[in-house]
C-alpha cells in the first residue's frame, strides 16, 4: 500500500482569504490602533488630520511590514527580534580576572608504547645476557634437583628415589595402567 507524503509542509495554514492567522492578527491589531486613534483624535480636536496622518502612516507601514515583507527568507518579526537582541546585547566581552583555564589532559596510547619501547631499549646487552644466563641456570639446577632428589628411610637409612608424580588428574586409571 502506497501513501500520500505531504510536501510544503513548513507553510503556515491560510486562514482568512489569502493571510495566515497570525498575518490576519497582525493587521487586526493595525486596524485597532489607527481606528483608536483616530476616533480619539476626531472627539478631541477640530483639524485632527495632519496629526492622525503623523501617527497613522507610521503604524501603518509597520503592520505591513509585520504582515508581508521577510528578510532573507524570514518573517518580519524574526528580524525585529534579532535587531533588539543585538541593540541590547554587550558589544565588546571583558575578560574576567583570575580566569584560568583548565588543563586537559589527553592520553595517547600510541606514546605509552613509544616510551616502554624506549626502555626496553635502553637496557644494555649485558643486562639482558646476564638475566638469560641466570634463568637458563634455574632452569638447569631445578632439572638436576629433581633427577638427583634422593629421600631416606628412616627405618633403614637406605637413600631410595623419590617418585615424582606427574599426573595429578582424579579421573580414575585404567587397569592396565596400574598393573605396570
Known sequence: MQYKVPQNIDLEDKIVG???MKQFVYLLIGGFIIYGFYSFLSKNYDNFTAVFLLVAIPVGLICF????VKVNDRPFEVFVKNIIKFLTSPKQRIWGEGYTPENVIIDDPTVKEKETDKQKDSRSLDEIAKSLEVKSKQAQNTQ???KQKVATDNTTGEN???RKITNLSLTPKKKEETAK
Open 18 to 20: 489569502p493571510f495566515t
Open 65 to 68: 511590514a509585520f504582515v508581508f
Open 144 to 146: 638436576t634437583a629433581d
Open 160 to 162: 631410595t628415589p623419590v
